[in-house]
């Protein structure tokens, strides 16, 4: 165990919060999220503001905290955070990875320091800042912390963005997470990449491995191969140098492949698995690619299926029509701070939002970082958690005033 350093920064109440949360242990595959909502039931009252504990599943519960705007009628905000975080492997830590100690650096250690606790607590530091400043905003503002997102949200977002309790917020705008970046650029997504996972049978000719019989499963394998890794190499030469890149390609990769029964008899059946991840763009191209090759692989003796689908949803417009973007797009601008749009490669809890057609944007304001999502020594330096509060004062008080 290391020895704890006092660093300048760790007096502020900001950072004490951001701790404070992290230091709950709301880890998969059992999260305390009854420490989660008694601390942020105690954030609500120091802010004022009143808390609504949603239980649709016992031990399941979604926390908003709401600000009401001066105009309540209009459309709200919605500023969504999940509480859970992925599991860690402690040996592999340098600190404890609950306890957020900060080192001489200022970097906090600890898991959900970059997905996503720093994000939540910034949406909070902000609004703490601006209604103690007197400032009152047009919109009505939810800040919303859900289970579960780490496990594909069906007890969290899933359920939540469908019941009645939701609509009641009458949510007409979001931000949910991100991620970092190595340079001193901000990333903001406007849609997420789908996943589909393919299979494909391929039949053939069968016999004594002796032979040389034409038209079997193996030419048919290698037809296709040579397809999909083909067009994986292209994606892979779009990609120029940004780690966000890969949210605006398709990947494709062989993740498994079976078939025979022993090595003199030629496979009358070989299966392929391919994990593709579609961004919205390619959706109806990569679709039909996928049924013309295996037509020309083998016609009717090559069958495909999806085991998994999901749907392409509608990305957030991110041009004059969409008011939101301008609000957020402007703050950057008078900021003279680099934005980065994009897919992002991964799902969030967004895409529920974006499923029952509200426009969501993804950020979570980490330049000069490296990626640690779902790492060992996950780490968010205490000047940049800081510099983010700032930059969401400004944000969602310019969202949350859209006419
Ligand atoms: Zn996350």
Redesign the pocket.
Known sequence: MSKVYEHPLANNQAIKNFQKYLQIKSVQPNPDYGSCVDFLTEQAKELGLPIKIYEFVKGKPIVVISWTGINPDLPSIILNG?MDVVPVVESEWKYDPFAAEIDKNGNIYARGAQ??KCVSIQYLEAIRYLKQNGVKLRRTVHISFVPD?EIFSADGMALFAKSQEFKDLNVGFGLD?CGPTPNNEYVVTNGERVSWTLEIVCHGNTGHGLMLIPNTAAEKVQYLLNKFLGYREESRKKMKHHLYDLGNVTSVNLTNIEGGVQSNVIPSKITMLFDCRVTPNDAVIFDALVKQWCQEAGGDSVTYKYICKDPVLPVTKTDDSNPFWKAFENIFKKRNNKLFVGILPGA?DARFLREIGIPVLGMSPMPETPFLLHNHNEFLNAQTFLDGIEIYKELISAIANVE
Do not use: A, F, K, P
Request: aromatic share 0%.
């Open positions: 999940h997905d996503m997102e997470e969030s």
